[in-house]
């Protein structure tokens, strides 16, 4: 039985985590790992089903990634030449993602949710070693052809789910030789504007938008994501890094829990 005060305090949940969602997807990514399990409890006992939840939490999600990329902009100026091909790469893999998602059946989704969550966590902890040993090894007139390669790849999943994307384009950069965290933030937000624009294109026309959550997070998510770009770089990125994975680990656990637990 939920207690008196925990029940006072559930309609801050979905607003709350709304705002810290689009300001760690600023930061480094993960803010599905807030927003999505937030909308999923909104929505308890109606008849929306997981699906049409996840297509909602992209799409409100994705103003916090356009206010974000225009406070980025100055970071920005050392890639531009690489901004049309990866934008290229983004929307196409965006697109097939999206896709991808409205043909899977409800409860086959909340099936592989957990899993996706986990591995979402775990290449996070693993990007940023990777990405230094590889820095070593790689081959500098290869790199651009692997990283638009691999962000089709990245936007697929981007496109599919969103949480735990932005680890991935993390490690995708880090392992193609951009190491400049304020520069990968940049360059992240840019293609996650548009594999998830995309993506929010596709679900508003096949009519899979709960709008009546979606405005009330797009707004907030916006919000947060502006103020974290404006004050990204005094955070201290390890603290922020362990955070996230904390984060994520522990939204997997509980989903692992919730899906595949004991049934009451």
């Given amino acids: 039985m939920q207690s008196p005060f925990l029940h006072t305090l559930q309609p801050l949940w979905l607003p709350?985590?709304?705002?810290?969602?689009?300001?760690?997807?600023?930061?480094?990514?993960?803010?599905?790992?807030?927003?999505?399990?937030?909308?999923?409890?909104?929505?308890?006992?109606?008849?929306?089903?997981?699906?049409?939840?996840?297509?909602?939490?992209n799409v409100a999600l994705w103003p916090g990634q356009l206010t974000s990329a225009f406070a980025y902009r100055d970071d920005l100026r050392r890639h531009t030449k690489r901004l049309l091909p990866l934008s290229i790469a983004s929307f196409v893999g965006g697109l097939a993602g999206a896709w991808l998602l409205l043909i899977t059946p409800n409860s086959r989704f909340m099936y592989l949710l957990p899993w996706l969550l986990l591995f979402a966590a775990v290449m996070f902890v693993l990007c940023e070693?990777?990405?230094?040993?590889?820095?070593?090894?790689?081959?500098?007139?290869?790199?651009?052809?692997w990283l638009i390669v691999g962000m089709a790849v990245v936007s697929f999943y981007v496109g599919y789910f969103g949480a735990g994307g932005g680890f991935l384009v993390m490690a995708l950069f880090g392992v193609c030789g951009?190491?400049?965290?304020h520069e990968v933030n940049a360059l992240k937000v840019v293609t996650a504007t548009v594999s998830i624009g995309i993506a929010v294109f596709w679900f508003i026309y096949n009519g899979r938008v709960v709008w009546f959550y979606c405005w009330q997070?797009?707004?907030?998510?916006?919000?947060?994501?502006?103020?974290?770009?404006?004050?990204?770089?005094?955070?201290?990125?390890?603290?922020?890094?362990?955070?996230?994975?904390?984060?994520?680990?522990?939204?997997?656990?509980?989903?692992?829990?919730?899906?595949?637990?004991?049934k009451s």
């Fill in 178 to 181: 951009v190491t400049n965290i």
């Fill in 129 to 145: 070693p990777l990405g230094r040993w590889l820095q070593t090894r790689r081959e500098a007139h290869r790199s651009d052809l």
């Fill in 217 to 262: 997070m797009a707004i907030l998510a916006a919000i947060g994501g502006y103020l974290a770009a404006r004050y990204s770089k005094r955070v201290n990125q390890k603290v922020m890094r362990r955070l996230v994975a904390s984060i994520g680990f522990l939204t997997a656990a509980y989903f692992f829990w919730h899906v595949y637990g004991p």
């Fill in 16 to 57: 709350v985590a709304s705002s810290l969602a689009g300001a760690l997807n600023t930061v480094a990514g993960g803010g599905s790992f807030l927003s999505l399990p937030a909308l999923l409890n909104a929505m308890k006992g109606s008849s929306v089903g997981s699906v049409s939840v996840q297509a909602t939490n």
